[in-house]
T-cell receptor, first 113, second 112 residues
Framework: DADVTQTPRNRITKTGKRIMLECSQT?????MYWYRQDPGLGLQLIYY???????NKGEISDGYSVSRQAQAKFSLSLESAIPNQTALYFC????????????FGEGSRLTVL | GQQLNQSPQSMFIQEGEDVSMNCTSS?????WLWYKQEPGEGPVLLIA?????ELTSNGRLTAQFGISRKDSFLNISASIPSDVGIYFC????????????FGKGTRLHILP
């Protein structure tokens, strides 16, 4: 089983709908992240969390919200999806201290029509 | 904000050739990282660099942390078909700041 699991893997939705992407991890890491990947644009940080009570905005947080339900769970929500939020979304974890080693999930591909 | 300029954007090479790609920034980074992403998967860390001037190898891969702290390169020797993928540089701009910034990636294609 994957250490970092994302659900759903693929989702097609319509403009204005609320969408939640979920991430769970079995690595025991405190730190969790949500990134967005668009073709040719690399990975952009949306939100990150150092522990259950700590949530921080990343580079492109507008239009997104997150919830850290437990150490192992970090969900990303789009309250009212729009077409330019069509992208590949990655959850990642790190233990901190070992700076830089992010462990990524397999990604959730979201299409907003 | 801080940005990483990664080049080239894509490469087409023959199997067996060596590959070189690099990443530059206008500001100083404390950590440089190189990741590889294969189709349908998330990026996986290849090499991490923590000191200016550091040269690190991982099999056929070699990466260096530039002396200026503003650049890094990744070399792949004797490329093989499984090297195909997108290679990302990433950096940590401030000590103990987990906002790791990624370059836009180099897509490597290998011709038979």
């Amino acid at each position: 089983d994957a250490d970092v699991t994302q659900t759903p893997r693929n989702r097609i939705t319509k403009t204005g709908k609320r969408i939640m992407l979920e991430c769970s991890q079995t690595k025991g890491h405190d730190r969790m992240y949500w990134y967005r990947q668009d073709p040719g644009l690399g990975l952009q940080l949306i939100y990150y969390s150092f522990d259950v009570k700590d949530i921080n905005k990343g580079e492109i947080s507008d239009g997104y919200s997150v919830s850290r339900q437990a150490q192992a769970k970090f969900s990303l929500s789009l309250e009212s999806a729009i077409p330019n939020q069509t992208a590949l979304y990655f959850c990642a974890t790190s233990r901190g201290g070992e700076i830089g080693e992010l462990f990524f999930g397999e990604g959730s591909r979201l299409t907003v029509l | 904000g801080q940005q990483l300029n990664q080049s080239p954007q894509s490469m087409f090479i023959q199997e067996g050739e060596d590959v070189s790609m690099n990443c530059t920034s206008s500001s100083i980074f404390n950590t440089w990282l190189w990741y590889k992403q294969e189709p349908g998967e998330g990026p996986v860390l290849l090499i991490a660099l923590y000191k200016a001037g550091e040269l690190t190898s991982n099999g056929r891969l070699t990466a260096q942390f530039g002396i200026s702290r503003k650049d890094s390169f990744l070399n792949i020797s004797a490329s093989i078909p499984s090297d195909v993928g997108i290679y990302f540089c990433a950096g940590q701009p401030r000590w103990r700041d987990d906002k790791i910034i990624f370059g836009k990636g180099t897509r490597l294609h290998i011709l038979p």
